[in-house]
């Protein structure tokens, strides 16, 4: 079965520190690989996906994701947090028999502290 | 001005009650999603579209129901069926292939409380 896994509910970090969002999967053949963020009340926004290529992939408001296929991995990541970056970000990834099916990690809560 | 535009924001229903809840796409997407959202247990998949006319079930699809009748349109009914339905419900969309413009793109949710 496919699955996700957000190892950490919530991560906290100061302003201007480095922050690190882990996700690690399990997905049977070439699955692409996504984050995005969700604001109290609101609908998830995309931030960045991995199809192929460059393991280093780059988004929206200055995250970065780098992708690791022996560790199963994804990572979020950001070289300097803002309090504005506080929010639930999720991984998720489709299946690769069905890229219309898309499975979910359980969110990690992303505290930033002025 | 394109995107997912769900309704209610809030929706309050009564013990056996159905309720409909809306969600229109006008991104010219084939495919559509629904997520039931509980604290702690991120997003479970209802029900998804792949085209017109066509649905398939996802991980937590007893007690609902859904039509696509249009693509712009993909509405969820919550039944009596549906024992605890107390949940933020979000209704998405994507292309639907294999290309590389397939992220699903999201609605602002409804917030629906058994009362």
């Known amino acids: 079965a496919q699955s996700v896994a957000q190892p950490e509910d919530q991560v906290n970090v100061a302003e201007g520190n480095p922050l690190t969002v882990k996700c690690t999967y399990s997905?049977?053949?070439?699955?692409?690989l996504f984050w995005y963020v969700q604001y109290p009340n609101r609908g998830l926004q995309f931030l960045l996906k991995?199809?192929?290529?460059?393991?280093l992939v780059k988004g929206s408001y200055g995250f970065e994701a780098e992708f690791n296929k022996s560790q199963t991995s994804f990572h979020l990541k950001k070289p300097s947090a803002l309090v504005s970056d506080s929010a639930l970000y999720f991984c998720?990834?489709?299946?690769?028999?069905?890229?219309?099916?898309?499975?979910f990690g359980s969110g990690t809560k992303l505290n930033v502290k002025p | 001005d394109g995107g997912i535009t769900q309704s209610p924001k809030y929706l309050f229903r009564k013990e056996g009650q159905n309720v409909t809840l809306s969600c229109e796409q006008n991104?010219?997407?084939?495919?559509m999603y629904w997520y039931r959202q509980d604290p702690g247990q991120g997003l479970r998949l209802i029900y998804y579209?792949?085209?017109?006319?066509?649905?398939q079930k996802g991980d937590i699809a007893e007690g609902y129901s859904v039509s696509r009748e249009k693509k712009e349109s993909f509405p969820l009914t919550v039944t009596s069926a549906q024992k605890n339905p107390t949940a933020f419900y979000l209704c998405?969309?994507?292309?639907?292939?294999?290309?590389?413009?397939?992220?699903?793109?999201f609605g602002q949710g409804t917030r629906l409380t058994v009362v």
């Open positions: 998405a969309s994507s292309l639907g292939d294999r290309g590389e413009n397939t992220e699903a793109f």
């Open positions: 991995y199809i192929t290529g460059d393991n």
């Open positions: 579209s792949q085209i017109v006319n066509d649905f």
């Open positions: 997905v049977s053949g070439n699955p692409y």
């Open positions: 998720a990834v489709s299946d690769p028999y069905n890229f219309n099916k898309f499975y």
């Open positions: 991104l010219n997407h084939d495919a």
